[in-house]
């Protein structure tokens, strides 16, 4: 079992650039979820879909982010002309569908600097 | 909206000693808890999670109980070890929702 993979681990753009982040969730796991990790608001959720199906996105940033599960062994999270605030560490989460105690597992991140 | 609040960004301490990390929440509705703990470098895994009032969960060597009464869901350990520097991050989620994070907080641990 390989875990959730997420690629790039790192990436470094300018300001203004697009950033294209990718997330393999576990083999199995129906619920994929996307979080932003920073040292001021620490581990903030963002979007999450359930068989492929966006759910919620109430903590997406309505400008410039985006989300897609276009089948059920990736997913990507976009961010239109980045910014230097948008630097952070995103975390993609995977979990059985199983209700309330849907254990998520959480991959390395992809850290983004936005120069 | 739901909140959770971690009241220590820094806990410092001795290998042997026992531990306590505060977690309290706010929620409208009956919430799932869960600790965390994230290593440096490394992917947050969960630790402990409890939906059920008054009732112990072990893990690791760490428990909590969830008190609904006041709305807590405190981390302990009786002796920690030096593996057991990390940053902790209480959350609850709402129905297999999207998890709401504390701050963390983060523990370290000397010899």
């Known amino acids: 079992n390989a875990g959730v993979i997420q690629t790039p681990r790192h990436k470094v753009t300018g300001k203004g650039q697009e950033a294209t982040l990718w997330c393999e969730p576990i083999s199995g796991h129906s619920a994929v979820f996307w979080y932003r990790q920073t040292i001021v608001q620490g581990l903030e959720f963002l979007t999450y879909f359930r068989n492929q199906a966006p759910i919620d996105d109430s903590g997406m940033p309505k400008e410039r982010f985006s989300a897609q599960m276009p089948n059920q062994s990736h997913s990507t999270l976009k961010i239109q002309s980045t910014q230097p605030q948008d630097s952070a560490v995103y975390l993609c989460a995977s979990s059985f569908w199983g209700g309330n105690y849907a254990e998520q597992f959480f991959g390395p991140g992809t850290r983004l600097t936005v120069l | 909206g739901d909140s959770v609040t971690q009241t220590e960004g820094l806990v410092t301490l001795t290998k042997g000693l026992p531990v306590m990390l505060n977690c309290t929440y706010q929620?409208?509705?009956?919430?799932?808890l869960f600790w965390y703990v994230q290593h440096l470098n490394e992917a947050p895994k969960l630790l402990l999670k409890?939906?059920?009032?008054?009732k112990r969960t072990e893990h690791q060597g760490f428990y909590a109980t969830l008190h609904k009464s006041s709305s807590s869901f405190h981390l302990q350990k009786s002796s920690v070890q030096l593996s057991d520097s990390a940053l902790y991050f209480c959350?609850?989620?709402?129905?297999?929702?999207?998890?709401?994070f504390g701050l963390g907080t983060r523990v370290s641990v000397f010899p």
């Open positions: 409890s939906s059920t009032d008054n």
């Open positions: 929620t409208t509705y009956s919430p799932f």
């Open positions: 959350a609850l989620s709402l129905y297999a929702q999207g998890l709401t």
